[in-house]
C-alpha cells in the first residue's frame, strides 16, 4: 500500500487547493492575496468582473477599510448604473469635480447610502449596517422579519435592511449572536459580501403552463406564487456574471436520461432473475407498442451483513475489507444483478448502461485488510480501501465480457459529503476513473452539505433528491418545486423517489407519486436526467401486482417516461 499511499499524498496537496476552488496553474491576481487566504475566491471573482480593483502596485489591501465613496463606485459597477436620471443631489461636502461624484449622485437617487446633515463623508469607512442597506435596496431584498441579532433589536433603523440580507443568506453575522453594525467594512469583506450576492440569482420566474406570471426577487415568494397555478414553475432568472440554464441536468456529462437504481445488499433483494429486469427493460403494450424502458442501471448495496449493518456514514459502518469483497462476489455471482441483467438486456435485444456503487469507507475505526491487519482509520487507508474496489470490480468487468451492458463508471453511495477527507478521497477516485474513461456520479439528499460544489469533486453528474415522497412530509410541493429550481441552479438531475409499499400501504403514497410525476413533465424531466429511487423493487411490484395502486403507478411512470408516444 506504501506506493499508492504515496501518491495520494501528492493529489492531497493538489486536490486541497482544488476542492477550495483555487486553480493550480493560475497565479493569484493581487500580490497580497494568495489561494489560502480566506476571501481569495471572492476577490478573484469581483476583480475578474472589473467590479473592485487592486492599486497600481499590484496589492489588493484586503484589510483596508472600504469607503463610502469606493462603495458608491463598486455598486453602480456592479449593476451597470452609469446614467443619474433626475437632477443631481445637493451635498455640501462634494463638487462635480470630486472623485466618484457621478457614482455617488446614482447612489443618493436610489437611496442607497444616506446623507448626514447634508454631508456625504465620502473618505469615511463604510459601516456594516449601510453596506446592507446598500445591498437590500439594490437588488430589492425583503425580509422576514425573522432575524435575531442580539446587537441590532427589531426598532434599530437599519433593522429591516439587515434582517433582508441574513433572509437572503448574504450575511449569517458572528458566531456570537451579534451583527455588529457599526463595524467597519474591509475590501475583503465586501468582496466576499458582493460575492455572495452573485452566486445565486437576481431573481426567480414564476410561470404557469410555460408563461411568464411574474419576476420575484425572493426564492421563497416564488415558490409561494407557484403554489397558487396547476401547471406553476420557477426558474431562476440569470444574473449579470452568472448565467443559469432553464432545463434540468444542464452539466451532466453522462447524458444519463433514466437511471432505476437497484438494490442488491444483504435483505434487500437476495436473488436476481432475468425476468425480474425485464420490467425494467421493456414497458408492457400499449395500443400494440412496447416500449424500451430504463437505459441505465445503478447497482448498490445498502447493508452488507445479515446484522444488516450499513456502508453509511455512521457508526453501523464496520465493514472492512472482506466485507467489501463478499459484496463484490454478490454483486458479480450466479445470482447477482449484473449477471442476469446482462441476460435480460440480451433477451430485450437492448444493451444499457451500468453503474456500480462505491461503499462508504469508515472512519470511525481501523480499517482491516485481506489479512487480518489493521491499515488505519486516515484519509490514506480509507482511500486506499475505495480504490481497490473500483480496481477489483472494474476487473471483474473486464474478464466478464457482459456483452449486453456498457459499464460506465461508479455512483458514490454516501447521500453527502461532509468532511475534507471524504474531499480528497472522492476527487482522487474521480482522476483515477476518468484515466479509465468511466464516469463518477452521485445523488445527494436535498439538505446535503455542499453538494452544489459537486462538480468540484469531480463527479460527472448529480441526481438531487427532493426527500418528498414519505406520507409525513406536509410541504410535498413546496419541497418538489425547490428541488426542481435547484436542479437548475445546479446543473443536476433529480431523483424521483417512492417506498417500497406494501399492498395495505399503498394509499399513503399516491400524493406524493402525483406529485414527482406531475412535476417531472412541468419541469421537463421526462426528456433528461432522472433517477428512480424505488425502494428495493418498487417498479418491479407496479408491473406484476394485480392491485389497483400499483397498476396507477405504473401508468403514471411509463406514461410520463416511456410510453409517451404510444399513448399520445
Keep these: 500500500m506504501k506506493s499508492s499511499s504515496k501518491q495520494l499524498s501528492i493529489i492531497i496537496v493538489i486536490l486541497s487547493v482544488f476542492i477550495l476552488g483555487m486553480p493550480t496553474a493560475q497565479a493569484a491576481t493581487f500580490k497580497d492575496v494568495s489561494y489560502q487566504y480566506w476571501a481569495y475566491k471572492d476577490i478573484e471573482f469581483v476583480a475578474e468582473h472589473k467590479v473592485i480593483r487592486g492599486f497600481g502596485d499590484g496589492h489588493f489591501r484586503p484589510g483596508l477599510d472600504i469607503t463610502r465613496k469606493d462603495a458608491a463606485v463598486m455598486m453602480t459597477r456592479a449593476l451597470d448604473l452609469y446614467t443619474l436620471e433626475g437632477e443631481p443631489t445637493p451635498v455640501e461636502d462634494l463638487l462635480p469635480t470630486s472623485p466618484g461624484y457621478a457614482e455617488i449622485m446614482i447612489v443618493l437617487e436610489n437611496d442607497w447610502l444616506s446623507l448626514d446633515e447634508g454631508h456625504f463623508n465620502p473618505d469615511k469607512p463604510l459601516t456594516r449596517d449601510e453596506m446592507s442597506k446598500m445591498l437590500a435596496t439594490a437588488y430589492q431584498y425583503e425580509g422576514k422579519g425573522n432575524s435575531s441579532f442580539t446587537d441590532v433589536p427589531i426598532e434599530d433603523p437599519y433593522y429591516h435592511y439587515i434582517d433582508a440580507i441574513a433572509n437572503e443568506e448574504v ?42 406570471i411574474a419576476v420575484i426577487p425572493n426564492v421563497d415568494d416564488a415558490i409561494e406564487l407557484a403554489l397558487d397555478y396547476p401547471e406553476g414553475t420557477v426558474h431562476p432568472q440569470s444574473n449579470k456574471f452568472v448565467e443559469y440554464p432553464q432545463t434540468i441536468a444542464a ?169 475534507v477527507d471524504d474531499e480528497v478521497i472522492i476527487s482522487s477516485i474521480s482522476s483515477i476513473l476518468k484515466k479509465n474513461d468511466k464516469f463518477f456520479i452521485y445523488s445527494p439528499h436535498a439538505t446535503s452539505t455542499n453538494f452544489y460544489k459537486w462538480k468540484n469533486y469531480g463527479f460527472d453528474a448529480a441526481f438531487l433528491q427532493p426527500n418528498a415522497f414519505r406520507a409525513s412530509i406536509v410541504d410535498k410541493e413546496e419541497r418538489l418545486h425547490r428541488a426542481f429550481l435547484n436542479a437548475q441552479i445546479y446543473g443536476t438531475g433529480i431523483t424521483i423517489e417512492i417506498d417500497s409499499y406494501h399492498t395495505d400501504k399503498a394509499e399513503q403514497g399516491v400524493e406524493a407519486f402525483d406529485l414527482y410525476m406531475d412535476m417531472s413533465k412541468r419541469y421537463g424531466l421526462d426528456e433528461k436526467g432522472m433517477m428512480f429511487y424505488q425502494g428495493t423493487n418498487m417498479v418491479e411490484r407496479m408491473a406484476t401486482f394485480d392491485h389497483p395502486v400499483y397498476k396507477r403507478w405504473y401508468e403514471q411512470l411509463t406514461g410520463t417516461f416511456f410510453n409517451k408516444a404510444a399513448i399520445e
Design 171 to 212: 450575511t449569517t453575522g458572528y458566531n456570537d449572536g451579534s451583527f455588529r453594525p457599526k463595524e467597519k467594512v474591509t475590501r475583503a469583506q465586501f468582496s466576499a459580501f458582493l460575492y455572495r450576492v452573485y452566486q445565486k440569482p437576481v431573481a426567480y420566474e414564476v410561470r404557469n403552463g410555460g408563461e411568464l
Design 251 to 419: 452539466a451532466d456529462k453522462t447524458n444519463l436520461k433514466s437511471g432505476a437504481l437497484i438494490y442488491n445488499g444483504f435483505k434487500e433483494i437476495e436473488k436476481f432473475t432475468p425476468e425480474f429486469f425485464q420490467n425494467y427493460l421493456k414497458t408492457k403494450p400499449v395500443n400494440g407498442v412496447q416500449q424500451d424502458m430504463f437505459d441505465t442501471f445503478i447497482i448498490l448495496g445498502l447493508r452488507y451483513n445479515e446484522n444488516s449493518d450499513q456502508f453509511v456514514d455512521g457508526p453501523t459502518n464496520r465493514a472492512n475489507y472482506e466485507d467489501w469483497k463478499t459484496y463484490i462476489e454478490r454483486t458479480f455471482n450466479s445470482d447477482g444483478a449484473i449477471k442476469n441483467l446482462n441476460t435480460a438486456a440480451g433477451q430485450a435485444n437492448r444493451k444499457v448502461d451500468v453503474y456500480v456503487a462505491i461503499p462508504y469507507p469508515k472512519r470511525n475505526e481501523p480499517i482491516i485488510n485481506l489479512n487480518g491487519n489493521e491499515v488505519g482509520r486516515d484519509v490514506y487507508a480509507r482511500y486506499d480501501l475505495a480504490s481497490w474496489y473500483v480496481k477489483e470490480v472494474m476487473q471483474r468487468f473486464e474478464s466478464g465480457k457482459y456483452d449486453n451492458l456498457n459499464f460506465k463508471g461508479f455512483y458514490w453511495l454516501s447521500e453527502t459529503v461532509r468532511t
